[in-house]
């Protein structure tokens, strides 16, 4: 069976308590508990800055088998250099994430709004000079890499460097388009495919769920099932705005695919009886 992983945007959450989190749960337990949930998380801190040598060692401590940690490339990268000279960089970030070693997944590489399909050369030379031993997708936030010509061209670089298109249900691409692309040779024939859940910025206490997203959930879980024929690993993370509270967004979809879940209730520590 095809392995597909569904979990959250981060897992630092103080919001969480009482709704994911047992009340009372001291930050420095956020993490332990949430593995006992979720096979997957994508961090977002790495957007900010290279992560630690002292981060890496921790999360991979923390890491039991099979569970993955999905990071973003460094905004220096993305949004500073918008993929242009920016060897060092991703040199130093892709030597420090290696630390990870089997806890490792996907590097997501986030692109800018206004990264537009004319840069679709610095976009060639930037994919080229990508690591082989690691595993990348990109989201792009401008819907014209995805029509067209630019789409076809854009696929086809992606398809030659093993780097998979970022299936993000969000503002700024089409969710029938999204759908769409999930059928194109590049997406269902790769190696592992990579999707994103955002929402609105407007919703700001991740407490508990704000927005019945049920049918696009529905939609989403026909589509997955569909592409986990094809595809042999598929890594999925919910940002806490789709919903207002990740954890709960993450569960619900888990179940319409028939994973098994861990609910929150599970992660309170039961009293002993000796």
């Given at each position: 069976m095809n392995r597909l992983h569904i979990g959250t945007q981060g897992w630092n959450y103080d919001a969480w308590l009482g709704g994911f989190y047992p009340p009372g749960t001291r930050a420095a337990d956020y993490l332990p508990l949430y593995i006992?949930?979720?096979?997957t998380v994508e961090i977002d801190s790495s957007f900010y800055a290279v992560p630690s040598v002292a981060s890496i060692a921790k999360w991979r401590k923390s890491?039991?088998?099979?569970?993955?940690?999905?990071?973003?490339?460094?905004?220096a990268i993305t949004h500073e250099a918008r993929l242009v000279d920016c060897g060092d960089v991703l040199e130093q970030f892709?030597?420090?994430?290696?630390?990870?070693?089997?806890?490792?997944?996907?590097?997501?590489?986030?692109c800018p709004p206004d990264l537009s399909p004319r840069v679709m050369p610095a976009l060639e030379k930037f994919l080229a000079q990508l690591p082989r031993?690691?595993?990348?997708?990109?989201?792009?936030?401008?819907?014209h890499w995805l029509l067209n010509e630019n789409g076809e061209t854009m696929l086809e670089l992606l398809r030659t460097n093993g780097v998979a298109l970022a299936l993000t249900d969000?503002?700024?691409?089409?969710?029938?388009?999204?759908?769409?692309?999930?059928?194109?040779?590049?997406?269902?024939?790769?190696?592992?495919a990579y999707v994103r859940w955002l929402g609105p910025r407007s919703l700001t206490d991740y407490s508990h769920?704000?927005?019945?997203?049920?049918?696009?959930?529905?939609?989403?879980?026909?589509?997955?099932?569909?592409?986990?024929?094809?595809?042999?690993?598929?890594?999925?993370?919910?940002?806490?705005?789709f919903q207002g509270h990740s954890p709960a967004s993450a569960n619900h979809l888990k179940r319409l695919l028939d994973l098994p879940v861990t609910e929150p209730a599970e992660l309170i520590e039961q009293p002993s009886l000796f």
């Amino acid at each position: 069976m095809n392995r597909l992983h569904i979990g959250t945007q981060g897992w630092n959450y103080d919001a969480w308590l009482g709704g994911f989190y047992p009340p009372g749960t001291r930050a420095a337990d956020y993490l332990p508990l949430y593995i006992k949930a979720f096979d997957t998380v994508e961090i977002d801190s790495s957007f900010y800055a290279v992560p630690s040598v002292a981060s890496i060692a921790k999360w991979r401590k923390s890491a039991p088998a099979g569970f993955r940690y999905a990071l973003k490339l460094p905004q220096a990268i993305t949004h500073e250099a918008r993929l242009v000279d920016c060897g060092d960089v991703l040199e130093q970030f892709c030597e420090r994430v290696r630390g990870l070693d089997a806890a490792l997944g996907t590097l997501l590489i986030q692109c800018p709004p206004d990264l537009s399909p004319r840069v679709m050369p610095a976009l060639e030379k930037f994919l080229a000079q990508l690591p082989r031993d690691l595993r990348f997708a990109i989201e792009f936030r401008d819907r014209h890499w995805l029509l067209n010509e630019n789409g076809e061209t854009m696929l086809e670089l992606l398809r030659t460097n093993g780097v998979a298109l970022a299936l993000t249900d969000s503002q700024w691409i089409p969710r029938e388009l999204v759908f769409e692309l999930m059928q194109h040779p590049a997406v269902k024939d790769a190696a592992f495919a990579y999707v994103r859940w955002l929402g609105p910025r407007s919703l700001t206490d991740y407490s508990h769920v704000q927005l019945n997203r049920d049918a696009e959930l529905t939609a989403w879980a026909q589509s997955l099932k569909t592409l986990r024929k094809a595809v042999p690993l598929i890594d999925g993370y919910f940002n806490n705005h789709f919903q207002g509270h990740s954890p709960a967004s993450a569960n619900h979809l888990k179940r319409l695919l028939d994973l098994p879940v861990t609910e929150p209730a599970e992660l309170i520590e039961q009293p002993s009886l000796f």
